[in-house]
């Protein structure tokens, strides 16, 4: 079978109502299976994850995209997450049967109808690019929104969808395809953001570090610690332990210890290779934050149906 896992990240994760509302959408639409969704206020941005059958989950994507358009200015907007517009960035990934092309097709489908249907630009990224330079989501998201319009007015960075014309309200939307993906934070037991961003240059692959790491430092101001937030491209190559253990042993030379670990949306079981959510004191975590557990359930409705 089929099934594509899809992933919004919005620009809102202070307001409830916002985030309910959207939720309320997926949820409308029995096709697809609404996986995991949480908000972070000192992010400013929420993360939505669902399955369905590519057909399904492009009707879906559009609709919750459709209502965050409708609730969330970005001119009223800020957070310590790096974002380019209102739906910051919509992946798909191919799972079960389904082909990275199926990814890809659905993607450049779902960027031509939000931006025809809603007048957002569009940028496609990862698998999806139509441009070399935009083949990482940071390239693609560097200047972020405050400096998207002069970013639309340079040749080589008009919107591959939605018109070359900027959007105050929403900005612009990535859309692209890729593979699994492991959104994971790592909170420190003190407020030095310097220590944060230092460890973060380290591990990160392009600074010399980990394979498949991108981090970042942040400052987590309604709890006063400082992150380092992370994303894993490859879980098999570099597993959650490897990445938890430079961590601390480098937060212990700045004078620090690990506070706690955080999942944002799900992983895969790979990404637990030789660790327990235990040792890497992952907080709030269950077997619904394994993706296999909604992969297999999905797969077992649709079997009865």
């Known amino acids: 079978m089929k099934i594509i896992e899809c992933v919004p990240n919005f620009s809102e994760g202070c307001d409830s109502r916002t985030i309910t509302a959207i939720a309320a959408v997926f949820k409308s639409f029995p096709d697809v299976q609404l996986a995991d969704f949480s908000g972070d206020a000192d992010h400013n941005r929420s993360v939505f994850t669902f399955l369905g059958k590519p057909k399904d989950v492009l009707s879906a994507a559009l609709a919750a995209c459709g209502k965050a358009l409708e609730l969330i200015d970005m001119r009223k907007q800020a957070g310590a997450h790096p974002r380019l517009g209102a739906v910051d960035v919509v992946p798909f990934i191919p799972l079960g049967t389904a082909k990275m092309k199926d990814a890809v097709d659905l993607a450049h489908s779902f960027g031509k109808q939000l931006g025809e249907c809603f007048g957002v630009p569009v940028y496609f990224y990862a698998f999806a690019a139509r441009k070399d330079p935009y083949i990482e989501l940071p390239d693609v998201r560097r200047g972020g929104y405050e400096g998207l319009a002069e970013k639309m007015m340079c040749m080589k960075d008009i919107p591959d969808e939605g018109g070359e014309k900027f959007n105050a309200q929403s900005g612009a939307t990535v859309v692209g395809a890729r593979d699994l ?12 953001l310097h220590l944060a961003k230092h460890i973060a240059s380290r591990i990160r692959e392009k600074g010399g570090g980990l394979k498949s790491v991108r981090a970042i430092g942040l400052m987590l101001k309604s709890r006063g ?3 380092v937030s992370i994303n894993l491209i490859n879980c098999k190559e570099t597993p959650l332990k490897t990445v938890f253990d430079r961590v601390e042993i480098m937060a212990a030379e700045g004078g620090a210890k690990i506070l706690e670990s955080e999942l944002i ?23 619904h934050r394994l993706l296999e557990t909604h992969l297999k359930h999905f797969q077992a409705l649709k079997i009865k149906k």
């Open 181 to 192: 993906l492991v959104a994971y934070n790592i909170n420190l037991a003190s407020e030095d």
């Open 265 to 287: 949306g799900l992983a895969p079981k790979c990404a637990f290779a030789g660790t327990t959510p235990e040792y890497l004191k992952l907080k709030d975590f269950d077997k």
């Open 225 to 227: 610690v400082a992150q």
